[in-house]
């Protein structure tokens, strides 16, 4: 289960996996998949071949090796010849990394501001609109779990159906309803009028649902609007206008470094470095040198910014429903 419901129960990472359960499949921080647990099972990669068997009863976390095959070469640690991957809890963050793309999708940086913006805490309702690959639902649902609830909508079928099967695996069902419905035309459902805390929306015309969703919304609610084109926000900023205050529109532009063992360079070689890739051969360091004062001189270390950092996302307009007669 991705978000314990229960506040008494083990949380994920304390269970031991059981017949049924995701694991995330971890190789590498770049190469992970996801995979339910069946008796029987067999999981085959580039390190061997795994047996579902042979991880049933085991704690999340753990190291598992493989029982032959494939390429190991040794990599095992103590199991020579054996390759081994890592079991980890499907968490929200590690299921944004291995769900199947139906669509694109929004990664940490983004559902993270939109998490702390939409102001979510247990017990919230949620509206959003369209839910997509289910990427941003998990987190939602995580912030307002146990108790709350978050509502999405997708006018496509087969997409919602997906998404709510991958939800019910994860145990997500009695957080998050699943509905098709297009809420560009026929906007959120009337009944629903006042309900929701928080509206997220990820659609190609985000103001036709903007009146909507200040209709859906409670009185101090907060909307959040994803679009990749800052012509969508300018149109959905204009319709905002009428109903909505403190209206604010961000771009979060991720940096992330590499940290690498290897003798730091000056001035002209970290140039010529940074222009290609390091290189991948391990070369035998002195221990690192002491400074008068017993610390470690980080010397042998480098640290530079991946030359694959992703830019722009989209861009992140938050506003408040306007209080009436306040």
Not at 127 to 150: I, K, N, Q, W
Not at 176 to 200: H, K, N, W
Request: hydrophobic share 35%; charged share 20%; glycine share 12%.
């Amino acid at each position: 289960m991705m978000v314990p419901l229960n506040p008494s129960a083990k949380p994920t990472s304390q269970r031991r996996i059981a017949e049924g359960d995701n694991v995330v499949v971890y190789e590498r921080h770049d190469a992970m998949r996801a995979v339910t647990v069946r008796a029987g099972g067999v999981l085959q990669n580039r390190f061997g071949v795994f047996r579902h068997d042979d991880w049933l009863g085991r704690p999340f976390g753990c190291k598992v090796y493989s029982t032959g095959g494939g390429g190991g070469g040794g990599r095992g640690g103590g199991k020579a010849g054996a390759g081994f991957v890592h079991l980890l809890a499907p968490t929200p963050e590690l299921w944004t990394l291995v769900l199947s793309h139906r669509t694109q999708i929004l990664y940490i940086a983004d559902i993270s501001l939109v998490v702390a913006y939409l102001e979510l805490v247990p017990g919230c309702v949620v509206f959003e609109s369209g839910t997509g690959s289910g990427s941003l639902t998990t987190s939602l649902a995580r912030a307002v779990a146990p108790h709350g609830r978050v509502c999405t909508f997708d006018f496509h079928e087969q997409r919602a159906t997906s998404a709510r099967e991958d939800f019910e695996r994860n145990g997500l069902s009695s957080l998050i309803t699943v509905a098709v419905r297009d809420i560009q035309s026929e906007g959120f459902p009337e009944e629903q009028r006042g309900a929701a805390d928080a509206v997220f929306l990820d659609l190609p015309q985000p103001w036709l649902a903007i009146p909507s969703a200040g209709i859906t919304l409670k009185q101090d609610g907060v909307l959040c609007s994803f679009s990749p084109c800052i012509e969508q926000v300018q149109r959905a900023c204009e319709a905002m206008r009428s109903c909505f205050t403190d209206i604010r529109t961000f771009e979060i532009l991720l940096r992330t470094y590499e940290v690498r063992e290897g003798a730091l360079k000056g001035a002209a070689d970290d140039e010529e470095c940074n222009a290609g890739p390091l290189p991948h051969k391990r070369r035998k360091l002195l221990p690192p040198a002491k400074t008068s004062d017993g610390i470690h001189n980080p010397s042998s270390v480098m640290v530079r910014p991946c030359s694959t950092a992703k830019g722009h996302t989209g861009y992140l307009t938050f506003a408040r429903l306007r209080v009436h007669g306040g």
